[in-house]
Protein backbone atom coordinates (compact mmCIF):
# COMPACT_ATOMS: atom_id res chain seq x y z
CA UNK A 1 0.00 0.00 0.00
CA UNK A 2 2.88 2.15 0.77
CA UNK A 3 4.92 1.34 -2.37
CA UNK A 4 1.26 2.53 -4.21
CA UNK A 5 1.17 5.63 -3.05
CA UNK A 6 4.79 6.33 -3.45
CA UNK A 7 4.30 5.45 -7.42
CA UNK A 8 1.36 7.83 -6.84
CA UNK A 9 3.27 10.81 -5.99
CA UNK A 10 5.97 10.71 -8.51
CA UNK A 11 3.47 10.37 -10.98
CA UNK A 12 1.84 13.93 -9.88
CA UNK A 13 4.74 15.59 -9.75
CA UNK A 14 6.02 14.35 -13.03
CA UNK A 15 2.62 16.19 -14.19
CA UNK A 16 2.76 19.03 -12.07
CA UNK A 17 6.48 20.00 -13.70
CA UNK A 18 5.45 19.31 -17.47
CA UNK A 19 2.46 21.30 -16.74
CA UNK A 20 4.42 24.03 -15.07
CA UNK A 21 6.63 23.93 -18.34
CA UNK A 22 3.68 24.76 -20.53
CA UNK A 23 2.38 27.44 -19.06
CA UNK A 24 5.83 29.22 -18.49
CA UNK A 25 6.26 28.66 -22.55
CA UNK A 26 2.74 29.54 -23.31
CA UNK A 27 2.99 33.09 -20.87
CA UNK A 28 6.26 33.66 -22.59
CA UNK A 29 6.19 37.23 -24.15
CA UNK A 30 6.35 37.08 -28.17
CA UNK A 31 8.67 39.14 -28.55
CA UNK A 32 11.31 37.55 -26.44
CA UNK A 33 10.58 34.33 -28.51
CA UNK A 34 11.07 35.38 -31.86
CA UNK A 35 14.51 37.30 -30.32
CA UNK A 36 15.38 34.12 -28.90
CA UNK A 37 14.44 32.18 -32.40
CA UNK A 38 16.43 34.73 -34.87
CA UNK A 39 19.63 33.67 -36.08
CA UNK A 40 23.13 36.07 -35.08
CA UNK A 41 24.25 37.60 -38.00
CA UNK A 42 27.76 38.21 -37.58
CA UNK A 43 28.97 42.23 -37.24
CA UNK A 44 31.02 42.08 -40.97
CA UNK A 45 27.99 41.42 -42.67
CA UNK A 46 26.05 44.51 -41.08
CA UNK A 47 28.55 47.29 -41.99
CA UNK A 48 28.47 48.53 -45.51
CA UNK A 49 30.76 48.42 -48.04
CA UNK A 50 32.97 50.99 -48.68
CA UNK A 51 33.12 52.03 -52.26
CA UNK A 52 36.40 51.54 -55.03
CA UNK A 53 38.23 54.42 -54.92
CA UNK A 54 38.02 55.60 -58.74
CA UNK A 55 41.81 56.21 -60.15
CA UNK A 56 43.57 59.25 -60.79
CA UNK A 57 43.18 59.85 -64.41
CA UNK A 58 47.17 59.68 -66.06
CA UNK A 59 47.80 62.83 -67.86
CA UNK A 60 50.40 62.98 -70.70
CA UNK A 61 52.89 65.56 -71.36
CA UNK A 62 51.19 67.21 -74.20
CA UNK A 63 48.18 67.70 -72.11
CA UNK A 64 50.11 69.22 -69.22
CA UNK A 65 52.40 71.28 -71.74
CA UNK A 66 49.13 73.10 -73.17
CA UNK A 67 48.60 74.91 -70.66
CA UNK A 68 52.26 76.85 -71.82
CA UNK A 69 53.08 79.57 -73.41
CA UNK A 70 55.42 77.30 -76.32
CA UNK A 71 52.81 73.87 -76.27
CA UNK A 72 54.63 72.53 -79.41
CA UNK A 73 57.93 72.95 -78.07
CA UNK A 74 57.46 72.13 -74.87
CA UNK A 75 55.80 68.90 -75.84
CA UNK A 76 59.01 68.49 -78.30
CA UNK A 77 61.00 69.08 -76.13
CA UNK A 78 59.97 67.76 -72.18
CA UNK A 79 58.51 64.71 -74.13
CA UNK A 80 62.32 63.75 -75.19
CA UNK A 81 62.93 63.11 -71.22
CA UNK A 82 59.65 61.75 -70.10
CA UNK A 83 61.24 58.25 -70.47
CA UNK A 84 63.44 58.98 -67.44
CA UNK A 85 60.46 59.51 -65.06
CA UNK A 86 57.76 57.09 -63.48
CA UNK A 87 54.67 59.64 -63.56
CA UNK A 88 53.77 62.30 -65.43
CA UNK A 89 52.62 65.49 -63.38
CA UNK A 90 53.39 69.34 -63.65
CA UNK A 91 56.50 68.77 -61.72
CA UNK A 92 57.92 66.16 -63.40
CA UNK A 93 57.03 67.68 -66.79
CA UNK A 94 58.80 70.90 -65.24
CA UNK A 95 62.00 68.97 -64.38
CA UNK A 96 62.03 67.40 -67.56
CA UNK A 97 61.95 71.17 -69.41
CA UNK A 98 64.98 71.73 -66.94
CA UNK A 99 66.68 69.09 -68.08
CA UNK A 100 65.84 69.65 -71.72
CA UNK A 101 66.72 73.05 -71.35
CA UNK A 102 70.36 72.12 -69.71
CA UNK A 103 70.85 70.07 -72.82
CA UNK A 104 70.18 72.47 -74.96
CA UNK A 105 72.57 75.08 -73.01
CA UNK A 106 75.24 72.45 -73.28
CA UNK A 107 75.04 72.45 -77.32
CA UNK A 108 74.74 76.19 -77.26
CA UNK A 109 78.80 76.17 -75.26
CA UNK A 110 79.70 73.81 -77.55
CA UNK A 111 78.45 75.67 -80.56
CA UNK A 112 80.62 78.86 -78.87
CA UNK A 113 84.11 76.55 -79.30
CA UNK A 114 83.15 75.93 -83.21
CA UNK A 115 82.26 79.53 -83.89
CA UNK A 116 85.36 80.95 -82.03
CA UNK A 117 87.76 79.36 -84.62
CA UNK A 118 86.73 81.46 -87.39
CA UNK A 119 85.86 84.47 -85.49
CA UNK A 120 87.25 87.90 -85.54
CA UNK A 121 89.02 89.20 -82.54
CA UNK A 122 85.51 91.26 -81.27
CA UNK A 123 83.11 88.57 -82.04
CA UNK A 124 85.62 86.07 -80.42
CA UNK A 125 85.34 87.81 -76.93
CA UNK A 126 81.27 87.90 -77.70
CA UNK A 127 81.26 84.19 -77.92
CA UNK A 128 83.31 84.05 -74.75
CA UNK A 129 81.37 86.42 -72.97
CA UNK A 130 78.36 84.42 -73.96
CA UNK A 131 80.04 80.89 -73.06
CA UNK A 132 80.26 82.36 -69.05
CA UNK A 133 76.73 83.68 -69.17
CA UNK A 134 75.48 80.17 -70.56
CA UNK A 135 77.51 79.28 -67.21
CA UNK A 136 75.35 81.13 -65.47
CA UNK A 137 72.83 79.92 -67.17
CA UNK A 138 73.79 76.05 -65.57
CA UNK A 139 73.98 77.24 -62.49
CA UNK A 140 70.43 79.04 -62.06
CA UNK A 141 69.25 75.98 -63.07
CA UNK A 142 70.71 73.61 -61.03
CA UNK A 143 68.84 76.10 -58.59
CA UNK A 144 65.48 75.60 -59.98
CA UNK A 145 65.86 72.25 -59.65
CA UNK A 146 66.42 72.23 -55.94
CA UNK A 147 63.11 74.89 -56.09
CA UNK A 148 60.90 71.84 -57.47
CA UNK A 149 62.05 69.54 -55.04
CA UNK A 150 60.47 72.10 -52.66
CA UNK A 151 57.76 73.48 -54.31
CA UNK A 152 58.78 76.47 -54.66
CA UNK A 153 57.20 78.30 -57.69
CA UNK A 154 58.66 81.85 -56.51
CA UNK A 155 62.54 80.82 -56.78
CA UNK A 156 61.43 78.36 -59.96
CA UNK A 157 60.55 82.36 -61.64
CA UNK A 158 63.21 83.75 -60.42
CA UNK A 159 66.01 81.45 -61.60
CA UNK A 160 64.20 81.37 -65.09
CA UNK A 161 64.34 85.48 -65.04
CA UNK A 162 67.66 85.38 -64.49
CA UNK A 163 68.50 82.77 -67.47
CA UNK A 164 66.51 85.03 -69.75
CA UNK A 165 68.27 87.73 -68.64
CA UNK A 166 71.52 85.59 -69.23
CA UNK A 167 70.61 85.15 -72.84
CA UNK A 168 69.65 88.81 -73.30
CA UNK A 169 73.16 90.00 -71.95
CA UNK A 170 74.81 87.25 -74.93
CA UNK A 171 72.58 88.84 -77.68
CA UNK A 172 74.16 92.07 -76.31
CA UNK A 173 77.33 91.66 -76.43
CA UNK A 174 77.50 90.77 -79.99
CA UNK A 175 75.44 94.49 -80.67
CA UNK A 176 77.67 96.22 -78.99
CA UNK A 177 80.38 94.32 -81.35
CA UNK A 178 78.69 95.01 -84.31
CA UNK A 179 78.19 91.80 -85.33
CA UNK A 180 76.00 89.24 -85.88
CA UNK A 181 74.83 86.72 -83.20
CA UNK A 182 75.85 83.16 -84.29
CA UNK A 183 74.02 81.54 -81.53
CA UNK A 184 70.63 83.43 -82.24
CA UNK A 185 68.72 80.26 -82.98
CA UNK A 186 70.06 78.84 -79.76
CA UNK A 187 69.73 82.02 -77.56
CA UNK A 188 65.87 82.26 -78.83
CA UNK A 189 64.75 78.47 -78.17
CA UNK A 190 66.46 78.70 -74.42
CA UNK A 191 64.40 81.87 -74.01
CA UNK A 192 61.33 80.34 -75.30
CA UNK A 193 62.62 77.52 -72.62
CA UNK A 194 62.59 79.77 -69.82
CA UNK A 195 59.30 80.96 -70.48
CA UNK A 196 57.27 77.40 -70.32
CA UNK A 197 59.65 76.57 -67.15
CA UNK A 198 57.92 79.89 -65.68
CA UNK A 199 54.01 78.59 -67.26
CA UNK A 200 54.54 75.18 -65.62
CA UNK A 201 55.60 76.88 -62.46
CA UNK A 202 52.20 78.83 -62.21
CA UNK A 203 50.44 75.30 -62.14
CA UNK A 204 51.79 74.05 -59.04
CA UNK A 205 49.87 72.97 -56.86
CA UNK A 206 51.25 73.43 -52.71
CA UNK A 207 49.58 70.41 -50.69
Given amino acids: MAGRRH ?6 AAVMATSCSLVAAHL ?11 PVIPDMMM ?10 PTRTVAEICRGTSFPELCTATAGKQAA ?40 RKALHQCNSFYGD ?10 AIG ?23 EFRKAGEKNPLQQFDQSLGNMSEICRSLSNMIVVD
Fill in 137 to 146: VMDNLDACRR
Fill in 28 to 38: MPRGQEQEEEM
Fill in 150 to 172: HKDAVTIRSTMSMVAQDLQFCDE
Fill in 7 to 12: HALLVL
Fill in 47 to 56: RPKSLPVPPV
Fill in 84 to 123: RYGTVDVLTVLQMEVDALGERTKAARARVDREAAAATPAG
